[in-house]
């Protein structure tokens, strides 16, 4: 597979090192934003302008427990919304998505139950995580080999999904789950040494890949650029030591010791959810799947020009299929956290603003709806801004009716973000 | 024994729908040769050689290559046998940088199976080197911004870097400059002096004489005859083009003369 020797033209002197190399991190980023490619700029922003707004109208939003109450409310949501980033990548849509998450929640409950099958928690989530998995690659199957719309395909699943959870929980209403193993998924907080212990792991290990990232371009031969890497690195720590110093901060009610004043109020200290770890690892594994394997390296070239893709020998209807199977998975896993949270499924399952807020979570977050752009890190960022601002005006004391409207005008704003930007790059561009 | 050609079709026909897009077509190249293909727009040039590239399946008659009756039912079954293609239309992913349109489908791996950027950055910048291409300021940039040239340079590129026995251009100097359309024909020699063979499609009759072998006709989706360069000349060609008859219609004898090798 050694390649120049065939095709060397003789005596052509390239100039050394072309401009990219001394290209600065500023310049990059300018550039960049100029050719509309704008990554997670206006999401950051947006975040920081949301959170300054709260900070001063709502009493109660900047404290450490809210911190943890918003990753708590986004867990769910932001599992689904990774899953919606695959199927956006490929240019597809998954409506399915909300019930789906029900169905798995339904699934893992009914197992679980004492006076039925009495499965251990985590043969449960599997179990549920396989049922979705099926149906998500199920419907893939129908949209990659026959050629049905996606639309229509998970339109028909929104639906029959919906029906099968509304026949199932009609006669019970709820299912309450004692099992441990799905509850701890949103119930569990990590003591203060372990937090700390993590962030210091996640910080360590992210050092290291970075640096075997800059050996390897060493190796190859290339300029090795360390300061971004080293930029990135920072800002990991940063992110990773500031969430566990204000989660180890938030406190909840507990029950007062023996013969303390009545007045008292008593508390225990928290620590870092299990969640926002979830949150992590999934993001770090998607991120792997989607920019460091081939598979995901295909899942950007078919939603680039899937024709291209085809000659190049991807086996695009594959590629299509698992998407919708990762869809599945993920929206099963959102669903897990989401019943955890409520310790029961009840008829709502699934339903509401799910399905919306998680495909808003993606769009907000980057990911354009015309594939082939965006990020797995979009997600938690849109999420994170939808959950903010409910978050916010819930405690601000605004109706639900607000919330709708506020997330819906944001919504309209990452979208027309992404297509002005779109035009800006096909200006810029030919 | 290298008689045989390397790339041989007997009567192949293609439809689409009501459209007889071939007919009966024969076309062969030989080891070492720079077979053009021209004919009128819609004469059945890229469909023809998508057939070979598998991107489209025919409906009857025969495939060999090295001697081999071969049945090509996949772009990757036209790359195993050493089948390059530079389509028309380019088939680049845009939202794809440079190098990751350069290895698409055939991505670079390292033990843990990660996808080798470093090594594949580093190839795709000696590649674009040797085929001269300079005006691309990075190859970490989005091939939707590269110019119409440019992208064509990187087809080219693309097709070219593999260890592969065939390479089919299908007007891969369309939008070239210059410049540009001198290195891809240096280069179309440069392919066929190693012992590749080369199939180029082009309506630049001048670029075809000076590189080509030998020409193929096409007309209205059939074979109208192959012409030896030395021995034709342009006109003969042109109007083969517009008003040439099928090889293959029975009592009219071959319009060339076949050459023994
Ligand atoms: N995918 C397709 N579906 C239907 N008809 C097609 C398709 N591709 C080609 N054709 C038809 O087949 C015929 C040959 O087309 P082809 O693209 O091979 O021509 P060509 O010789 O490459 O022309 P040009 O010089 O314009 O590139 C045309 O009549 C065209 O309309
Ligand atoms: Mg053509």
């Known amino acids: 597979m050694s390649t120049e020797a065939d095709v060397v033209a003789p005596g052509i002197g390239l100039p050394e090192g072309d401009e990219t190399e001394q290209q600065t991190l500023w310049q990059r980023a300018v550039g960049n934003v100029k050719s509309g490619n704008l990554g997670v700029l206006p999401v950051v922003i947006g975040e920081v302008l949301i959170v300054t707004y709260f900070s001063f109208t709502a009493t109660n939003f900047f404290t450490a427990g809210n911190f943890v109450n918003v990753i708590l409310q986004m867990a769910g949501v932001t599992m689904i919304a990774f899953g919606v980033v695959f199927v956006l990548l490929i240019a597809e849509i998954d409506l399915s998505i909300g019930y789906l998450s029900g169905i798995a929640a339904l699934t893992a409950a009914t197992l679980q139950l004492p006076d039925g099958r009495n499965y251990p928690g985590w043969l449960c989530i599997l179990l549920a995580l396989g049922v979705v998995a099926i149906i998500g690659a199920a419907q893939g199957t129908v949209v990659a080999k026959v050629g049905v719309p996606s639309f229509v395909v998970t339109l028909a699943g929104l639906l029959i999904w919906q029906g099968v959870i509304l026949r199932e929980l009609q006669v019970r209403g709820v299912i309450q789950i004692e099992e441990d193993w799905i509850n701890k998924t949103a119930t569990y907080y990590f003591s203060a040494t372990v937090s700390w212990i993590i962030a210091a792991l996640v910080t360590g290990l992210y050092a290291l890949v970075a640096l075997s990232g800059l050996f390897g371009q060493q190796r190859a031969g290339l300029k090795v650029r360390p300061l971004p890497a080293l930029a990135k690195l920072v800002g990991v720590a ?193 | 024994m290298s008689e045989t050609p390397l790339l041989e079709i007997r009567d192949l026909s293609k439809t ?130 590269l110019s119409g040239g440019q992208r064509q340079s990187v087809a080219v590129a693309k097709a070219v870097q593999w260890n592969s026995r065939l390479v089919i251009l299908d007007e891969p100097t369309a939008a070239l400059g210059v410049a540009q359309t001198r290195q891809v024909l240096e280069l179309v020699k440069r392919l066929a002096e190693q012992g590749l063979s080369v199939v180029l499609i082009s309506h630049n009759l001048h670029d075809i004489f000076e590189v080509a072998t030998r020409i193929t006709v096409l007309r209205l989706g059939r074979d109208v005859g192959v012409y030896e360069r030395d021995k034709t000349t342009e006109q003969e060609i042109v109007h083969a083009i517009t008003a040439g008859v099928p090889t293959k219609i029975a009592g009219i004898a071959e319009t060339a003369p076949e050459i023994v090798a």
Not at chain 1, 302 to 316: F, H, K, L, Q, S
Not at chain 1, 397 to 409: E, L, N, Q, S
Not at chain 2, 16 to 26: E, I, K, P, R
Not at chain 2, 87 to 113: H, P, S
């Open chain 1, 238 to 430: 940063v992110a990773a030591f500031g969430v566990v110093a204000i989660c180890t901060h938030a406190t909840k009610p507990a029950a007062c010791p023996e013969g303390t004043p009545l007045a008292e109020v008593c508390t225990q200290p928290l620590g870092l959810p299990l969640a926002a770890v979830l949150m992590l690892v999934f993001l770090v594994g998607l991120t792997f799947l989607a920019k460091r394997t081939t598979f995901g390296r295909h899942v950007y070239a078919v939603g680039g020009n899937a024709e291209a893709a085809r000659r190049a020998g991807i086996n695009v209807a594959r590629v299509r299929i698992l998407v919708f199977m990762i869809s599945g998975i993920m929206a099963g896993v959102g669903g897990l956290i989401l019943a955890a949270r409520l310790q029961s499924v009840n008829l709502n399952v699934g339903g509401g603003t799910l399905l919306l807020d998680s495909i808003s979570a993606a769009v907000i977050g980057g990911v354009s709806l015309f594939g082939g752009r965006g990020e797995v890190r979009g997600a938690l960022f849109g999420s994170l801004i939808i959950a903010t601002i409910a978050n916010g005006l819930n405690i601000g004391g605004y109706k639900t009716g607000t919330i709708y409207i506020v997330t819906g005008a944001i919504l309209l704003g990452a979208v027309t973000l992404d297509t002005v930007a779109r035009r800006l790059q096909e200006r810029s561009g030919r």
């Open chain 2, 16 to 145: 689409f729908g009501s459209v007889q897009a071939l007919t009966d077509v024969d076309f062969e190249v030989r080891r070492g040769e720079v077979m053009a293909l021209v004919g009128d727009n819609g004469a059945g040039k890229s469909t023809l050689i998508k057939c070979v590239a598998g991107i489209h399946g025919y409906d009857s008659g025969e495939i060999s290559f090295d001697g081999e009756a071969v049945s090509i039912h996949g772009p990757k079954d036209a790359a195993k046998l050493g089948i390059e293609v530079v389509y028309q239309d380019l088939a680049l992913c845009d939202n794809l940088d440079v190098v990751q349109n350069m290895y698409l489908g055939r991505e670079v791996r390292d033990f843990l199976f990660r996808l080798n950027e470093p090594v594949m950055e580093q190839h795709t910048a000696e590649t674009l080197e040797s085929l001269a291409v300079t005006t691309i300021r990075s190859i970490r940039q989005p091939v939707a911004s």
